[in-house]
């Protein structure tokens, strides 16, 4: 299957009933750190809080090829934004590869619990699924991690029993298995 090519922004810009997810740009920076300088946002990724919202917007500026470093896989960041007045309440990825994709979603403390996370994780995951016509799509959750474990459930995400050196759980949904659809649809 060959590789896809960087989708144009207008491509994956998309909508859900509360939400507007737009391809991540620089001028996100500032409200993006707003939300990942909290401790607890990486509570379970093992990652450090952004120093300041230029180090954010120099991580975006890096990723502004959609393309990993090698070149080898498309790296599409969603910003997360209210429909009703355009805040930003978090982010969500997808690393893809060989019709297959890793995601992960990160929603603010202050908008946690309202299903946000699954909301937008399930529109991108939809499109990976039909538009690029990718075949699997996984995340790989540390096994406490209860909320991202429901969330992966939520939209279709199963676990597999393996596991990273890191010790996350892979979780997969393959599209081969009508059972998928129906999950993602219930
Ligand atoms: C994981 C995360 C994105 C969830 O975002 P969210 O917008 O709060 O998720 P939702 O409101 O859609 O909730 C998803 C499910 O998790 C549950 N949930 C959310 N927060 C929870 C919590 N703190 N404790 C227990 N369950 C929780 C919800 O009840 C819902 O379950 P249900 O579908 O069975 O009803 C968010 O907690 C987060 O950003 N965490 C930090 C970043 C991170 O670790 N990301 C994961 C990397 S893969």
Do not use: C
């Amino acid at each position: 299957m060959p590789e896809p090519g960087v989708p144009s922004d207008a491509d994956w810009t998309l909508e859900t009933e509360r939400l507007e997810l737009a391809p991540m740009v620089e001028g996100d920076s500032d409200a993006l750190f707003a939300l990942l300088k909290d401790p607890e946002i990486h509570a379970f990724t093992g990652g450090q809080p952004p120093a300041s919202a230029d180090d954010v917007r120099a991580t975006i500026r890096r990723r502004g090829s959609r393309r990993s470093p090698a070149g080898d896989e498309l790296w599409l960041n969603w910003t997360l934004r209210l429909r009703d007045d355009r805040t930003v309440v978090g982010y969500v990825q997808a690393g893809v590869k060989e019709g297959r994709a890793d995601m992960a979603w990160v929603v603010g403390v202050a908008f946690q619990r309202r299903g946000f996370g699954s909301e937008a994780s399930r529109r991108v995951l939809t499109w990976l699924r039909h538009q690029l016509q990718l075949h699997e799509v996984g995340a790989r959750i540390h096994p406490d991690h209860i909320a991202s474990r429901r969330l992966a459930r939520s939209v279709g995400l199963r676990p597999t029993g393996e596991h990273t050196d890191d010790g996350e759980e892979v979780w997969r949904a393959t599209f081969v298995d009508s059972q998928y659809a129906m999950s993602v649809a219930s």
